[in-house]
C-alpha cells in the first residue's frame, strides 16, 4: 500500500484538534447534565444541595470521564486527540468553576489556564513539535483525582465511616503521593535533562513553543507537590488520627479533616 495514501486514510489533523475539541467539549456538557438529572431523581442528597454544591458534584463525576481516559502515549495522531479531549475539558470546566464560583473556583481557574497553554501550543500552533510522552506525564498527575472523587462521593451520600471509605481513602493517598509526588519530580527531570539543553537562544521557535510549556510545567510540578505536601499529607493524617482515637465512638468528620472533599485540581 502506498504510504502517502494510507496516511491520508487516516484522520486529518483538523479533525484530531479541532474536531475533536468540539466533539468532546460536547461530551462533557452532555455528561454534567445527564448527572445533574439523574443525580436530582435517585439521589436524595443532591436535592437539598445549593446551585453551587450541585454544580461542583457534577463538575466532579464529569472529570471522572476525563481522568479514567488518561495514559502515558507514544503515538503523535492519538496523542494529539487526547489533548484534544484534555483542552476540551479545561475550557467545560473552566467555565463551570467560574460561572458557579465552586469552592476555590480562582486557583482552579488559575490551574486550568496555566495546565492548558502547553498542551494548546502543540495542538493549535502548527509549526511547534513538542514531546508527546512528557506532555502525557502532566496529564497523568490527574489520575489521583478519581480515587478522590470516589471517596467523596461515599462522604456525601453517608458511607464516610464504611471500610469501603476507608480502603479508597488509602489508595487516594496513595495514589496522590505518585501523581502528584513522583510524576511531577520525574517531569522535572527530564525537563532539565532532555528539554532545557536542547534550546536554542536565538531561537525564535523555542520561545514560543518551548519557553511557555516549560514555565507551565514547573509551575504544574511546584503546586502539585506543594497540595501534596500542605494540603493533603495533613488531612490525611487528620482523618486517620480521628479513626485511630475513636475507635467506640463515631467519627464526626469536619471540613478540615474530610479527606475527599478536598476539592482537586
Given at each position: 500500500m502506498?504510504?502517502?495514501a494510507a496516511?491520508s486514510?487516516?484522520?486529518s489533523l483538523?479533525?484530531v484538534?479541532?474536531g475533536v475539541?468540539g ?7 452532555g ?5 445533574h ?5 435517585y439521589a436524595?442528597?443532591?436535592?437539598a444541595?445549593t446551585?453551587t ?7 466532579s463525576l464529569?472529570?471522572q ?6 495514559r502515558p502515549?507514544?503515538?503523535?495522531d ?6 484534544s ?6 475550557l467545560?470546566d473552566?467555565v463551570?468553576v467560574?460561572?458557579w464560583q465552586?469552592?476555590?473556583w480562582?486557583?482552579?481557574?488559575a490551574h486550568h489556564?496555566v ?10 500552533y ?12 502532566y496529564?497523568?498527575?490527574e489520575?489521583?483525582?478519581?480515587p478522590m472523587?470516589?471517596a467523596t462521593?461515599l462522604?456525601?451520600?453517608g458511607?464516610a ?7 479508597v481513602s488509602?489508595?487516594?493517598?496513595g495514589?496522590?503521593?505518585?501523581a502528584?509526588?513522583?510524576l511531577p519530580l ?8 532532555v528539554?532545557?539543553p536542547?534550546?536554542?537562544v536565538?531561537s525564535t521557535?523555542d520561545?514560543?513553543c518551548?519557553v511557555?510549556?516549560i514555565?507551565?510545567?514547573?509551575v504544574?510540578?511546584?503546586?502539585c507537590?506543594?497540595c501534596l505536601?500542605?494540603?493533603?499529607t495533613p488531612a490525611?493524617v ?6 485511630a482515637?475513636s475507635?467506640s465512638t463515631q467519627?464526626?468528620?469536619?471540613e ?10
Amino acid at each position: 500500500m502506498d504510504i502517502a495514501a494510507a496516511s491520508s486514510a487516516g484522520p486529518s489533523l483538523e479533525f484530531v484538534t479541532y474536531g475533536v475539541t468540539g466533539l468532546s467539549l460536547v461530551v462533557f456538557v452532555g455528561v454534567f447534565w445527564t448527572t445533574h438529572v439523574v443525580s436530582l431523581r435517585y439521589a436524595a442528597i443532591y436535592k437539598a444541595y445549593t446551585t453551587t454544591e450541585r454544580a461542583n458534584w457534577c463538575s466532579s463525576l464529569t472529570q471522572q470521564t476525563w481522568d479514567s481516559s488518561l495514559r502515558p502515549l507514544h503515538s503523535v495522531d492519538l496523542a494529539r486527540a487526547f489533548f484534544s479531549w484534555s483542552i476540551a475539558y479545561f475550557l467545560y470546566d473552566l467555565v463551570v468553576v467560574a460561572y458557579w464560583q465552586v469552592p476555590q473556583w480562582k486557583v482552579f481557574t488559575a490551574h486550568h489556564l496555566v495546565a492548558m497553554v502547553p498542551f494548546a501550543i502543540f495542538n493549535f500552533y502548527g509549526s511547534c513539535l513538542a514531546d508527546t510522552f512528557l506532555l502525557s506525564i502532566y496529564l497523568l498527575v490527574e489520575i489521583c483525582v478519581v480515587p478522590m472523587n470516589v471517596a467523596t462521593f461515599l462522604e456525601d451520600l453517608g458511607y464516610a465511616h464504611s471500610r469501603v471509605h476507608v480502603i479508597v481513602s488509602y489508595v487516594s493517598f496513595g495514589s496522590w503521593v505518585l501523581a502528584r509526588g513522583v510524576l511531577p519530580l520525574y517531569a522535572l527531570f527530564i525537563l532539565w535533562t532532555v528539554m532545557v539543553p536542547s534550546l536554542t537562544v536565538h531561537s525564535t521557535a523555542d520561545w514560543v513553543c518551548a519557553v511557555p510549556a516549560i514555565v507551565c510545567g514547573h509551575v504544574i510540578s511546584f503546586f502539585c507537590i506543594g497540595c501534596l505536601i500542605w494540603i493533603i499529607t495533613p488531612a490525611f493524617v487528620a482523618n486517620y488520627k480521628a479513626r485511630a482515637s475513636s475507635s467506640s465512638t463515631q467519627v464526626v468528620l469536619t471540613e478540615s479533616t474530610r479527606y475527599g472533599t478536598i476539592n482537586p485540581v
